[in-house]
């Protein structure tokens, strides 16, 4: 059955209509990357809603071709200007603009573009090989299983990210909460809609991933005022680049295999995995090491992670919706927007479905380096645009496309409020993926709370029976684990030390 | 200590906490006065009395014994572990980008307006959100962009062309997805729409005739 899902998932990726998106949303990947302050959860979620006429693969095809090219068009300006286009980027920063400030311009850029889309290559293929092996562990999970792995999803984020993990229960609980304004999921009463036509069928998890990413992100770039104008000169050479990732074929491989298993935890994302890439390989070439000086293998070290991170966080994300990172929340609302549900049927009755994104990953990468190549010498355009340019365009985007979704005026107003809350949560270190997670995540784990306790008949040691039910109480114990772990840990460390 | 002073020193997240600890309350007590059932009721009351001990927790942690205190107020990340090789080499990015920060004088400033400029973002955006809730975004987005672009001193002639792309993307979106966006909700200026477009006609006849093609091939 595998392989026919394959061979099927195959001609849909490699159909016209299939490599026309996937050239469009690496296009504007690239370029919406490579914008100071838009990247790739801002740029999918403003994307998101003109899917909406699209067929459900090619939309996932569009948004993830819009992940990748986002990915390296980051390095774009991180390079030029020393501005990451986006977070992912920000280590990018460390060794490429002193190389760019050296004349090695064009060096880092083909670096950045040959690593990338290397790693993101063999990413996918081992996502291809490893996927028969999430058919069966997802297979395993149910109801109580998927309630606690949100909780588990939420609880990993909260210690990943920065911040107290208090703040980020909150973040997560408060997502949960507003989740369930609208009509209720297991008997249809409207709750919280304080007699408002309008709230009945809830806030929108895209709206609220519009305003938490992109109005959110507009606010910060308004308030950096930051205008990308710099004298940016493109000197040196894209052969040598290419050449220069070949020259050091332990660092690519490395980086992207850090890469791939940082992008599987959930919360992780490629912020985290580019800087420990790039610390892994500081401090692995601390010798002969000019690291922050322009050293290519600082270029190389993030870039050959930032990729197979895409690849890595689509695991989590399409085998229990959970997502890795804020780009695949707005995947995941792509899938929840198209119909479909993350888990079991995307890999059993929709396994070509995730075989033609598996796919179209591939194909992406090689584009990637065909076209990354091409437009490097055009790359300095994109970066002296004016950020204030920018802002009104994507209110209005943002906007529209939130008023697209239900033709609702609370999902515009959700935007502009979740937005205002967005920026706050970020200034004062509350994860707004926790946040977004519970949005998107809410009705699933409601739904799923409610059907455990009905087989249990009402009885909440279903979520921790280790007889019957050994992996709920297993992920019962993991999130205790991870939230009393940090604090645990300094007294048991001294306890051994005593020993 | 005068009223002044003792708004000094709350900060922006209190005010959230505040917020937020009004709203999870509201969340708790909602289902009792309507009296929700069950299955309606415990999960975001559960969620709720989450928010609200979190947020009261945050919102007194200065008061709070030791390893309570430890426990809501440190940060804990998994990933701080790499910083101390990284640490040195941000500062100079960081310092570097100061420098290059360039900040031209707002349109306002020169009547002696000096407006936050996320605060001008933000009250815009609310304008321009009212404005097309009342008469339509297809007719508040040219003038909302224009004196977006007019405020940040861009060039006139960039300011007016993103005006008019804004627009037209706001028309496809009417005329593609067949959203309302010519009609407000106080204010229907869809009747004058083709006088618009004829109007369109005497500036440019090749772009009202193109306009003219897709809109017969739409509708």
Known sequence: ?499 | MSTKERFDGVTAEQVMLLALIGLSAVFLIEPIVQDYPADARVFPQMMAGVVFVGCVLLLIQDYLPGPLRTFVAEDMSVTTADDSILDDQEETVEEEETTTEERPPRLGEEYGYGVNDTVFMVVMSVLYLAAGWAAGFLFVTLPFVWAYTTWFRIRWYVGLGLAVFATAIVWFFMEFLILPFDQGEIFDFSPFLPFVLEALWFVSPELAGSVAAVRARVI
């Open chain 1, 1 to 499: 059955m595998a392989v026919d899902a394959f061979f099927d998932g195959l001609s849909i990726a490699i159909g016209p209509e299939a490599l026309l998106w996937l050239t469009v949303g690496l296009l504007l990947g690239i370029v919406l990357g490579a914008l100071p302050g838009i990247g790739s959860p801002v740029g999918m979620a403003i994307v998101l809603p003109l899917t909406l006429p699209l067929e459900s693969t090619m939309a996932l095809i569009l948004l993830i071709a819009i992940y990748s090219g986002a990915m390296f068009g980051g390095s774009i300006a991180a390079i030029l200007i020393n501005a990451p286009g986006t977070e992912s980027a920000a280590a990018t920063t460390l060794d490429g603009y002193p190389m760019s400030k050296n004349g090695l311009a064009k060096n880092a850029l083909a670096i950045a573009t040959t690593a990338s889309a290397l790693n993101g290559f063999l990413a996918a293929i081992i996502l291809l090989l490893i996927s028969p092996v999430l058919i069966q562990v997802v297979l395993a999970f149910g109801s109580p299983e998927y309630f606690l792995l949100a909780i588990l999803g939420i609880s990993l984020i909260t210690i990943v990210t920065q911040g107290s993990i208090v703040k980020g229960l909150v973040a997560g609980a408060l997502g949960f909460m507003i989740s369930t304004i609208g009509t209720g999921i297991l008997s249809p009463r409207p709750r919280y809609t304080f007699g408002q036509f309008g709230l009945y069928d809830g806030i929108d998890f895209v709206a609220a991933l519009i305003g938490m990413f992109a109005f959110a992100e507009m606010m910060k770039l308004a308030a950096k005022s930051q205008i990308a104008e710099a004298d940016v000169s493109l000197g040196g050479s894209i052969k040598e680049g290419v050449r220069t990732v070949f020259k050091y074929p332990k660092t690519t491989v490395k980086s992207g295999l850090i890469g791939m298993g940082i992008g599987m935890i959930p919360g992780s994302g490629a912020t985290t995995s580019t800087f420990v890439a790039y610390a892994e390989e500081a401090r692995s070439s601390a010798k002969d090491g000019r690291f922050g000086e322009g050293d290519p293998r600082g270029v190389i070290a993030p870039e050959a992670a930032n990729n197979p991170t895409v690849s890595g966080s689509l695991i989590p994300t399409l085998s229990f919706g959970i997502p890795g990172s804020g780009s695949t929340a707005v995947l995941l609302g792509g899938i929840l927007m198209h119909g479909l549900q993350p888990g079991p049927v995307l890999f059993d009755e929709q396994l070509q479905i995730t075989y033609a994104l598996f796919i179209s990953l591939f194909l992406g990468n090689v584009l990637i380096l065909a076209v990354g190549l091409t437009v490097i010498p055009y790359a300095s355009r994109l970066t002296e645009l004016d950020t204030n340019v920018i802002i009104p365009a994507v209110v209005v985007l943002s906007f529209a496309g939130a008023y697209t979704l239900n033709q609702n005026w609370f999902d515009v107003m959700a935007v502009v409020v979740l937005g205002v809350l967005g920026f706050y949560m970020v200034q004062y270190n509350y994860s707004v993926i926790a946040f977004v997670l519970g949005i998107v995540l809410g009705p699933i784990a409601e739904e799923n709370f409610f059907r455990s306790l009905q087989i249990s008949g009402g009885d909440y040691a279903i979520f921790v029976d280790p007889l019957n039910r050994p992996l709920s109480f297993l992920l019962s114990v993991l999130i205790l684990l991870i939230l009393v772990g940090p604090f645990l840990k300094p007294y048991l460390e001294r306890k051994i030390d005593r020993v």
